[in-house]
Structures are given as structure tokens and as C-alpha cells.
């Protein structure tokens, strides 16, 4: 069981990314699906995540810029990052989780990506 993000790369603040994460091993449609960062210094923090019904929730930091969306035939998830900030520099990972609901504690996750940086410049 694999999940692999990528997208990750270095833009100018206002730029846009768009993060992908494929998984293999299994099927992940009756997983809730989150991306998580964690910058230097931080703990790793919920971005956003998305049920398997596809109801999305947000952090507050980011809710109106940042859109995720899961395409369960190919077993992926994405996250489109719009008007960047430096503050959003960090390593996104991808997660899944057997609950229902989406979960901010990331100790609640079973299954996760490697990560992927995104650094904004100022």
C-alpha cells in the first residue's frame, strides 16, 4: 500500500501548485483523503481533507484558496493551491484514514505519503 504525492515545486507568492496523490496497493474510495503540512520548527497541521461522499473541510488559513478534490476511479487525490503565501511554504503530505469524518489529529491516519515541498518565495 502506497500513496505517492507530487506537485510540489517553488512558485512566487500569488502563484498557484497543483499537488497529486496516487494511490496503489488498494482502493482508497471509502477513505477519508487529507493533505497535511508541516513547515520547520511546526507540527504537521491539517490542510484540508474530504470524505469518501466528497465533503471537503478546510483549515481556516487556507479556506477560498486551496480546493480539494478526489477522482476514486483512479485512486487520487488533489489539492489545488491558488494565491500562495510565503506562510503556506512547507512539506504537504497525503493521508488516509478509515474514518468517516475528516480528522485533524494526524496520529489518526494509517496511511501516508512521503511529501512533497512547497516553498513560496516573498
Known amino acids: 500500500v502506497q500513496l505517492q504525492a507530487s506537485g510540489g515545486g517553488l512558485v512566487q507568492a500569488g502563484g498557484s501548485l497543483r499537488l497529486s496523490c496516487a494511490a496503489s496497493?488498494?482502493?482508497?474510495?471509502?477513505?477519508?483523503m487529507s493533505w497535511f503540512r508541516q513547515a520547520p520548527g511546526k507540527q504537521r497541521e491539517l490542510v484540508a481533507g474530504?470524505?469518501?461522499?466528497?465533503?471537503?473541510q478546510y483549515a481556516d488559513s487556507v479556506e477560498g484558496r486551496f480546493t480539494i478534490s478526489r477522482h476514486n476511479a483512479k485512486n487520487t487525490v488533489d489539492l489545488q493551491s491558488n494565491s500562495l503565501k510565503p506562510e503556506d511554504t512547507a512539506v504537504y503530505y497525503c493521508?488516509?484514514?478509515?474514518?468517516?469524518?475528516?480528522?485533524?489529529?494526524?496520529?489518526?491516519?494509517?496511511?501516508w505519503g512521503q511529501g512533497t515541498l512547497v516553498t513560496v518565495s516573498s
Open positions: 474530504i470524505t469518501s461522499g466528497g465533503s471537503a
Open positions: 493521508a488516509a484514514s478509515r474514518s468517516t469524518r475528516v480528522l485533524r489529529n494526524p496520529a489518526l491516519y494509517e496511511y
Open positions: 496497493g488498494r482502493t482508497f474510495s471509502g477513505h477519508v
